[in-house]
């Protein structure tokens, strides 16, 4: 078993021929121990199936690939080759990877006129040729073939590459490799590379147009023609060659060992490809020959919009622009938002209600809506400042770009020479007056050390905030299951869980139930004050639903592990005597309801749009970062609580699941109240969290307008609130929806008017999700024109 002789230009597919016969040669005799030799035609009628564990896949005649079903998640199952003979099984081809998992009872069978066809809850083709099949085969190369009765292959696999190229594979022009979403996740993810019709192999972000504009990696073989295919050779070489057989370039270096050595190349979920090796006879793991870039923030897309990405010890990491915070605080690929209010472009004669933040060596998207060229970076501040239109701007040789939002691919480059300034305004106060960044100082020049010091300090403080979430996440578990005391004795902690009351502690602290501060769906609210002088709001549920004690307390769990700045906090319950109580925290400032539609003040345009974002974030938490998602089902005015800091927070969220679905009161039949309730409650479709974004929307719309839903005391065409922003909003007239002199600004009128429009869309499909809503409102995102509200109905 010497080593072969080295790849030749000439008889290309010989050498290939003779190289996978020794290479099969070589795998059957290691692998011979493991594997007994096989005959690996199939033929129609074979099946396998994941529930025979011997047979749910077919193996090459080595055993070194195997086609069959891949175990994906906990108990589903997907159909793909992956490397059998090597430990752990590596997956180098998926058919339909973006399809969900397929259940355990699924099975796979091999017919002469069907191809390959799937049977799980339907049945799907996994390869469907033109013609019919004769037989086919697992090959020793990783490609499964299906044969004609000449024997001719009339599918292959190799022909329909994932993210991984094989020895003998190729990629042509058209052809493209999408990264998977994780090491874990094998759909599709968010970069591409394609072998352009140019003669160009180039790695994009996905949904991008081939454009230079948002590639990341090139091989700069443009204008070599539509033959130029990407091979990987059995050495290791990855190259890209004509249809003449001229190398134009080689991607890995030449001279990799050939025998006892596997290859395969793999374009990685973040976005680099990379060719990996194996060394058959020495075992061990996979190692990298080669990668595409070491910097693994290279990848445009990375990180999120208006985040960048810092190379941390190779390893990627994304953070906000100043003024900027992640849309899901967990997660730091997501987008980021504005943590502060724009004041209005009225307000720019007051140039301090700004500071400017910078961000030294970064590389961005361009995209400007101005160049002025200025003698330095000092001036271009200045510049900025004085425009109320820059939100950002950046300076590199004299030019100074006023950049658009969102900022795009943006990471920091140490080679890169460009400042970014970028304006912060007045931190939000809505988040229970804690101000959201504690940075932001003026021109504080980030460096590298500094970075590094502060990076680690992040580190330091997640673990700590790790610790500490799993020590009250235990002692709430200690209070919930073991410790309630049954007599109610014991003060309320407040970080910990909702705590158990009897009922005549409910009446003390209620002075038996004398105050009421309010009268709703669920029942009557009375204001409380504990022993320790905290102020509570306790409300007295009618007509629940929940029978159970057992029931009743889960709900109350759920809700109780709720916790979030722009939620009422449930402190307390009360089971005693048939009675259902509920403990809130006290709100100060009464309802949005009150404050909209009963108060004598007029609200500002800012903390309009501060309440809307707070309702915002609550929703989004209930509806996508909660452990149970929680749909509210009852979102209006009256459920919008205003604290003592003017923050918005949710009320009586989780409190549909507990109640009679024919609740009278301002209940019709349905959960919800008449205006709020989404069309499709009528309908009798599936009600998911857009029944919230309608009911979200139409009080966008009320808040926007100050006024209620449903006004008879207006003119005919006005009374419906939705019916006459629309016709303003077509007719151009959206002035006519405010009251002028509260410090509207034109643009941000029409963003929200906008917004509410999609929200209130009749098709659920067509909403946007609390996270785009967000976006949207904060004008990180564009939004296009929404449709006619009553488009797309669905006719069900
Ligand atoms: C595999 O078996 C089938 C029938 O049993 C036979 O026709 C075919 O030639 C065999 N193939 C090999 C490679 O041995
Ligand atoms: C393996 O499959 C055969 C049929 O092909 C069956 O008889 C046998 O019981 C199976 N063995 C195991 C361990 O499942
Ligand atoms: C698989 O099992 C599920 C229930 O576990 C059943 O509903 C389904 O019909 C089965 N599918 C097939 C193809 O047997
Ligand atoms: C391949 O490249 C060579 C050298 O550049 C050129 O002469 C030949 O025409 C090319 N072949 C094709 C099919 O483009
Ligand atoms: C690429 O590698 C091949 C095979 O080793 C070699 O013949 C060729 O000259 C190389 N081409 C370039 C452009 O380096
Ligand atoms: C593979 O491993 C064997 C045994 O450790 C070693 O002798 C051989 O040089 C290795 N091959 C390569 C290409 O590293
Ligand atoms: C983080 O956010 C990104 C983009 O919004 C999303 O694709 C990804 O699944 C999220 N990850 C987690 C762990 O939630
Ligand atoms: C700007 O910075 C000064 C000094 O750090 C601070 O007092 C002021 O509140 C900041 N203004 C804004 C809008 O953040």
């Known amino acids: 078993m010497g080593k072969r ?175 998977g979403a994780s090491d874990k996740n094998p759909s599709t993810g968010i970069f591409r590379i394609k072998m352009q019709d140019d003669g160009n192999l180039v790695m994009y972000p996905i949904n991008t147009p081939d454009s230079a504009t948002y590639a990341y990696w090139a091989s700069n073989t443009g204008g070599k023609g539509n033959t130029v295919k990407l091979n990987l050779a059995d050495n290791g070489l990855l190259y890209l060659m004509n249809g003449t057989g001229q190398y134009l370039t080689n991607i890995t270096k030449e001279g990799h060992a050939v025998s006892n050595i596997l290859y395969r190349a793999r374009f990685d979920p973040d976005g680099i490809f990379r060719l990996y090796s194996y060394n058959i006879t020495k075992k061990g793991d996979w190692s990298t020959v080669y990668a595409s870039t070491n910097d693994r923030c290279n990848p445009k897309g990375v990180c999120g919009l208006n985040a960048f990405c810092i190379n941390n010890d190779q390893i990627p990491d994304c953070q906000c622009l100043p003024g900027f915070d992640f849309v899901r605080v967990d997660n730091k690929t997501s987008d980021c938002e504005r943590s502060f209010t724009a004041p209005s472009c009225k307000a720019a004669d007051k140039p301090s209600d700004y500071n400017i933040s910078v961000v030294n060596n970064i590389a961005l998207e361009d995209i400007s809506y101005a160049v002025v060229t200025l003698e330095n970076s000092d001036e271009c501040e200045k510049e900025c400042m004085q425009d109320c239109n820059c939100e950002a701007a950046t300076y590199e040789g004299r030019s100074c770009v006023k950049q658009r939002f969102p900022i795009r691919y943006s990471r920091r480059d140490l080679n890169s020479p460009k400042i970014l300034f970028v304006k912060v305004g007045q931190e939000v106060m809505s988040n229970a007056g804690e101000p959201v960044r504690p940075e932001g100082g003026r021109k504080e020049k980030i460096r590298v050390d500094v970075l590094v010091i502060s990076l680690a300090l992040t580190g330091l403080t997640a673990a700590a905030i790790i610790i500490c979430s799993i020590f009250f996440y235990n002692n709430r578990r200690v209070w919930l299951y073991k410790t309630v005391p049954a007599d109610g004795s014991g003060r309320i902690i407040d970080d910990v869980a909702p705590r158990l009351f009897t009922y005549d502690e409910m009446a003390e602290i209620t002075g038996d139930f004398h105050e009421e501060i309010g009268r709703g769906a ?13 102020e509570v709001a306790v409300k007295r549920l009618d007509g629940v639903s929940v029978d159970g004690e057992r029931e009743f307390q889960n709900e109350i769990k759920t809700i109780g592990r709720t916790h979030h700045r722009n939620l009422v906090r449930l402190l307390g319950f ?198 785009k809503v967000l976006l949207m409102l904060e004008g990180t995102v564009e939004i296009s024109d929404p449709p006619s509200p009553t488009s797309f109905i669905s006719c069900i």
């Open 522 to 534: 669920f029942g009557v609210v009375y204001k409380g004050t504990m022993q320790n002088g905290q």
């Open 574 to 771: 009360s089971l005693d005597r048939s009675n259902r109580l509920l403990v809130y925290e006290y709100m100060s400032n009464g309802s949005l309801a009150n404050l909209l539609f009963a108060s004598e003040k007029v609200l500002f345009w800012e903390d309009k749009m501060r309440i809307v974002r707070n309702v915002a974030r609550g929703l989004l938490y209930l509806h996508e970062e909660c452990e149970t998602q929680i749909i509210h089902c009852d979102i209006k005015p009256a459920n919008i609580l205003i604290d003592e800091n003017r923050c918005a927070k949710i009320s009586d969220f989780g409190l549909s699941k507990l109640l009679k679905p024919n609740q009278t009161n301002t209940f019709t039949n349905i959960r919800g109240t008449r205006g709020y309730v989404a069309p499709e409650w009528h309908k009798n479709l599936p009600v998911t969290t857009k029944v919230d974004v309608y009911s979200f929307g139409v009080v966008l719309l009320e808040i926007i307008c100050s006024r209620r839903n449903m006004d008879q005391s207006l003119p005919e065409e006005e009374i419906i609130l939705e019916q006459w922003v629309y016709d303003c909003f077509q007719a151009g007239e959206l002035q006519r929806l405010i009251v002028e002199g509260d410090g509207v600004e034109r643009r941000q009128l029409e963003r929200m008017v906008k917004v509410a429009i999609w929200c209130t869309l009749e098709e659920p499909s067509l909403r946007p999700n609390m996270r």
């Open 5 to 179: 002789p080295k790849a030749n230009i000439s008889g290309i597919s010989l050498m290939a021929a003779v190289s996978l016969l020794l290479l099969s040669l070589n795998i059957a005799f290691l692998l011979q121990s493991v594997v007994s030799q096989r005959n690996s035609t199939i033929f129609p009628g074979s099946s396998i199936s994941p529930a025979t564990p011997n047979s749910s896949y077919w193996l090459s005649p080595s055993g070194i690939y195997a086609f069959g079903f891949i175990p994906r998640g906990s108990d589903g199952y997907s159909v793909g080759i992956f490397v059998a003979g090597i430990p752990p099984k590596t997956v180098v081809w998926m058919a339909n990877r973006d399809d969900p998992p397929v259940p355990a009872n699924s099975t796979l069978s091999l017919s002469a006129s069907g191809g390959l066809l799937l049977q799980s809850t339907q049945s799907k083709g996994i390869a469907i040729p033109g013609q019919t099949t004769v037989s086919a085969s697992m090959l020793d190369s990783g490609n499964f073939v299906l044969y004609n009765s000449q024997q001719n292959i009339i599918w292959q696999s190799f022909d329909r590459p994932t993210d991984t190229i094989l020895e003998g594979q190729h990629l042509s022009a058209g052809q493209e490799l999408y990264s």
